[in-house]
């Protein structure tokens, strides 16, 4: 345990933190497990709000998270990230109780380029000069469509221009590389990063992953939202995925090709289904009714009845709450949710161009002489499984 002398200012009460401790969200464990295994009152959960107990089911196995104590090896805090931009915090307030909230996770942004030249493989060559295995895997899927890198051969090049965040001193979450340049045998292959999606330098999308609504619905309840702060409930709120109302009953079917990943309760989502796809996409089918007959590891087809629309969990009506998950990172459904491989158009394409030629100007200043940032110590960020 790495101990790091830090002092919060948290409802006005001052604490000093001994150290921070980090570990790692087991599988299965859910915010009431956690709570009982530390002796921290379960009326913190029990008493949340129906949205705040769905979005605690939110926390991805796996996830880093850090328990902070005093110099007697007291628990003041809890810091309990379940997305990029919001997270559980419980800490003592100033009557030495604890106090759940949702609050925004502080991090700084840093915007990175990074010139690889190519001696063994793309991936490998990323992560030794950056010290990354986030930014390599970013690299990957970013140039999926595109360039096939089995055919790089020694002294080709690879130029990112990327945002990484940094939280408590280590890179946190998901890498966004928002323009690349790959010089393979002589030829040269872009892509630009423009609403969560890859294109090429002449707007033509390069995702080739797409998905189909996942149940017949009356309407759209609720849209998807990250961390926003509720001016009249004075807290922050957020919506990690897409509310469609339908009857209990309806079927539930797979958005896209993959293999069932999770088959049971978690949390305030109730009866759930997990379904994994390609390239590190998840979707999450919850509030079910019951299952049809499908076991975890089974592969499923897009369209395949998995599941009934039901009100399970903390739901106040019968409705499908479909989540989509990329690295375990909560994005839009919306985004996918389309015909696949669209072009721009009009304003869209007119304001990516415009970005386009910005991006090209930066990547073809970037040579053999160029100094890359510092290698990073981390092996791999901390919101990225």
């Not at 295994?37 to 949340?48: E, K, R, T, W």
């Not at 004075?234 to 993959?258: E, M, N, Q």
Request: charged share 25%; net charge positive.
């Amino acid at each position: 345990m790495k101990k790091i002398f830090i002092t919060l200012l948290i409802s006005m009460k001052l604490f000093a933190i001994s150290s921070i401790e980090e570990l790692s969200w087991e599988n299965g464990k859910t915010l009431l497990d956690f709570l009982q295994d530390h002796s921290i009152p379960l009326n913190l959960y029990y008493n949340l709000d129906a949205e705040d107990k769905e979005l605690s089911a939110e926390i991805a196995s796996g996830i880093k998270y850090q328990m902070l104590k005093d110099e007697q090896g007291e628990l003041e805090q809890v810091l309990i990230p379940i997305s990029d931009d919001l997270q559980i915090h419980i800490y003592k307030n100033t009557d030495n109780k604890f106090v759940l909230s949702f609050t925004p996770i502080s991090y700084t942004k840093e915007k990175r380029t990074l010139r690889v030249a190519i001696n063994n493989s793309a991936y490998q060559d990323v992560y030794d000069e950056s010290g990354s295995v986030t930014l390599a895997r970013a690299m990957v899927r970013a140039f999926k469509n595109t360039v096939n890198f089995k055919n790089v051969r020694k002294g080709d090049s690879v130029v990112l221009i990327y945002e990484q965040k940094r939280r408590l001193g280590r890179l946190f979450g998901d890498i966004n590389i928002h323009a690349a340049l790959a010089n393979i045998r002589g030829k040269e292959y872009s892509v630009f990063l423009y609403k969560d999606s890859y294109y090429n330098a002449q707007g033509k999308e390069l995702e080739n992953f797409f998905l189909t609504k996942p149940v017949k619905y009356t309407r759209i309840s609720d849209r998807f939202t990250r961390a926003r702060y509720h001016p009249i409930l004075k807290r922050y709120r957020a919506h990690l995925g897409i509310d469609y109302a339908a009857p209990t009953g309806t079927p539930v079917k797979s958005a896209g090709d993959g293999i069932i990943s999770f088959v049971g309760t978690k949390g305030g989502y109730g009866k759930v289904v997990q379904v994994k796809h390609i390239s590190g996409y998840m979707t999450l089918y919850a509030h079910l009714s019951r299952f049809a007959k499908i076991k975890r590891g089974q592969k499923v087809k897009q369209g395949q009845i998995i599941a009934y629309v039901g009100s399970t969990g903390m739901s106040t009506g019968p409705h499908l709450h479909f989540g989509l998950y990329l690295n375990n990172k909560a994005i839009n459904p919306e985004t996918i949710v389309k015909i696949p491989k669209s072009s721009l158009s009009g304003k869209n394409k007119e304001e990516f161009l415009k970005m386009v030629k910005e991006y090209e100007n930066r990547l073809q200043g970037i040579d053999e002489n160029y100094k890359n940032p510092p290698k990073e110590q981390n092996i791999e960020n901390s919101m990225e499984l």
